[in-house]
């Protein structure tokens, strides 16, 4: 088995497609009580329109703290990818987390909600992340197959 830990996160396609495309190179979340460590993979649902799994990237690093300690940590950084967008996704939240992307890779055929829910009845993505464990339906008949490809 892996070692690391795997978590599915939920993005909108035009900043899914940012992180894909060598763009965005920070993901802005608001801190929800999950302690995601560095080097943790990330699975990628795009919501909105398209609503599948489309790719994966490793968390490089992740800084927790307020809003204004997460901006002013993303502006410190030239070419970060991060615009005001995001800042005004995280204000307002108690914590928040910037997870570093590294890594990125798109799978070679995104799974759509609709194909997930025929192999996983009930299946919902997450409204922001949650933790994959590799023994469930999700890893074993999707992702490890997606990352084999």
Do not use: H
Not at 2 to 17: F, Q, T, V
Not at 57 to 68: Q, R, W, Y
Not at 133 to 140: A, K, T
């Amino acid at each position: 088995m892996e070692e690391r830990k795997m978590y599915l996160m939920s993005i909108k396609p035009r900043y899914a497609y940012r992180i894909f495309a060598g763009i965005k190179k920070y993901e802005l979340r608001r801190w929800i009580g999950i302690n995601l460590e560095p080097g943790s993979i990330i699975v990628v649902y795009a919501s909105g329109k398209v609503r599948a799994l489309i790719g994966e990237f490793i968390a490089g690093k992740v800084v927790l703290g307020t809003p204004e300690k997460i901006w002013e940590f993303i502006r410190s950084i030239p070419s970060g990818g991060v615009g005001l967008e995001d800042k005004d996704y995280i204000t307002g939240s108690k914590s928040a987390m910037a997870i570093e992307v590294v890594k990125p890779r798109l799978y070679k055929r995104p799974i759509e909600l609709r194909e997930l829910r025929m192999l996983i009845p009930g299946f919902n993505p997450p409204l922001s992340f949650r933790e994959i464990d590799y023994g469930e339906p999700l890893y074993r008949l999707l992702i490890r197959k997606l990352r084999s490809l």
